[in-house]
Structure formats: structure tokens, C-alpha cells
């Protein structure tokens, strides 16, 4: 009898211990060779209707025109926020300037914005230089991260390894072979399915997040596991110490 308990307790133990093992090949990220990004690959931020936008304009001759010496971002005494000074592109696609008025923005990379806008600013001075970003880039971080939350971007170009670092890498629960990537822009959806153990996973279409990027890390089957722990170490350890008294009693019959 003693030893069948014994055994019993055995197997629970090590049925408990197992299952906070994990293999290596599910957490190493990366695995086997990553394709190469092709330039024309690389993702280039665009505007779209909705965005918020923060447009500077200066010009070298500054004796002509002082007001435009001074970037906009930074005005003395000006304490609003960026997005209190930000030019938002309304529903056709067009943004009003001052001196220039509306201007169509929809569709442009950020250096070809500035381009245009320069286009047009040549018509009123000399020599015009002109810096837009997006003030609207974020990318929301959910699941099994050690820091879920939205985080803002303040860059052109993300990458979705820089993103999972600034929320603070995946947890041991999670699911490297399963990370969903949802993405809303200009009207269309997708969804993205990515196993970050395997190197061949990161595409250019999935390597570079987009604004209002939602990237869902799903958690192991270890995680119900987790909580059921506890009551196996318990139940363990009870049949362990039944297990210690009736062979105790045993001896001492005998």
C-alpha cells in the first residue's frame, strides 16, 4: 500500500514539474533564415484621411521672412501639445495650410507631402523648406506581453521586433508560434498570422507595423496549467505526507 502511494505521488510530481517545462525551439525567436527585404519592399509611411499631421515651414533667407525662422514645434510661450497644432486631413483627402489654402495630401509619402507643399509655397517665397509628420502613429499592444498598452511611434518606420521591445518582450506564457497582427487602413482590414520562431515569417508586410497596428500575443495551454498548479503541488503534497504516516504506522505495527 505505502509503496503504491508512494509511486502515485511520484508521477504527480513529476507531472507538475513537467508542465512548467517549455521546450527551447518555442522560445527562441527567429529560427532558420530570415528572407531579405527588398527595397522596393521596405514600407514607406503614407497619409490617409483621419491623420494628424504636424507641417513646418522655414526658408534660408531668414532676413526676408523672420516669422518662418523658428520651427513651428517650437514656438515660445506656446505650451499646446502637438496635436493641438497639428493639421488633421479631412474626409476628401485635403489639408488647409495658411497662405496656400487646401491642399491634397491623400495617398503621399511623408517626403513626397513635403515636396508638394513646397511646390506650392515657391509661388508666394524664395527657396521654402518644409519638414510634415504624422502625429497619429501608434500601435496598440495586447496578450501575453510583459507591458500591454498603446505606444506612440516617434519615427517614419517601425519594425514589429521594436514594437514587442517596447512592451517589454512576450512573457513565458505566450505563444511565440501564434501572434495575430490586425490591420485598419483606408477603409480595409486585415489579419496576420505570425510565428515569431520561425525566421521565415517576418515578410516586409508583416516586418513594418503601420499605424493603428493591433498586435494580439496569445497565450499557451501552459496558462490554464498555471492556475491549476497550485491545487497539484497541494493534492501533491498531501498524498505525500499520507504517504509518510501510513508507512510510519506500518513500522511501528509490525
Do not use: W
Not at 509661388?123 to 495586447?142: E, G, R, S, W
Amino acid at each position: 500500500m505505502n509503496h503504491l502511494l508512494y509511486r502515485i505521488a511520484l508521477v504527480v510530481t513529476v507531472i507538475a514539474l513537467m508542465s512548467g517545462c517549455v521546450p527551447q525551439k518555442e522560445v527562441v525567436y527567429f529560427q532558420g533564415d530570415i528572407p531579405a527585404l527588398a527595397q522596393t519592399d521596405s514600407f514607406r509611411l503614407q497619409i490617409f484621411e483621419g491623420d494628424i499631421l504636424s507641417i513646418n515651414v522655414f526658408t534660408t533667407h531668414t532676413e526676408a521672412y523672420p516669422y518662418l525662422a523658428v520651427p513651428a514645434d517650437r514656438p515660445a510661450g506656446d505650451t499646446r501639445s502637438l496635436y493641438e497644432r497639428g493639421y488633421i486631413v479631412r474626409d476628401s483627402g485635403i489639408v488647409t495650410l495658411p497662405l496656400i489654402g487646401n491642399i491634397a495630401l491623400d495617398g503621399l509619402t511623408l517626403n513626397d507631402a513635403s515636396k508638394k507643399i513646397e511646390g506650392t509655397f515657391k509661388n508666394y517665397f524664395d527657396d521654402p523648406i518644409v519638414t510634415v509628420k504624422k502625429l497619429n502613429f501608434k500601435v496598440t499592444v495586447l496578450g501575453e506581453v510583459n507591458k500591454p498598452g498603446l505606444y506612440t511611434v516617434m519615427n517614419e518606420r517601425a519594425t514589429l521586433p521594436e514594437v514587442l521591445g517596447m512592451a517589454g518582450d512576450l512573457t513565458q506564457l505566450a505563444d511565440r508560434t501564434n501572434l495575430r497582427l490586425i490591420r485598419s487602413e483606408n477603409g480595409a482590414s486585415n489579419a496576420f498570422t505570425i510565428d515569431l520562431t520561425n525566421g521565415s515569417s517576418l515578410t516586409a508586410e508583416v516586418y513594418y507595423v503601420h499605424p493603428d497596428d493591433v498586435v494580439y500575443v496569445s497565450p499557451t495551454r501552459k496558462r490554464a496549467l498555471q492556475n491549476t498548479s497550485p491545487s497539484i503541488i497541494v493534492f501533491t503534497s498531501i498524498l505525500t505526507t499520507v504517504a509518510v504516516l501510513i508507512t510510519a504506522f506500518v513500522a511501528v505495527t509490525r
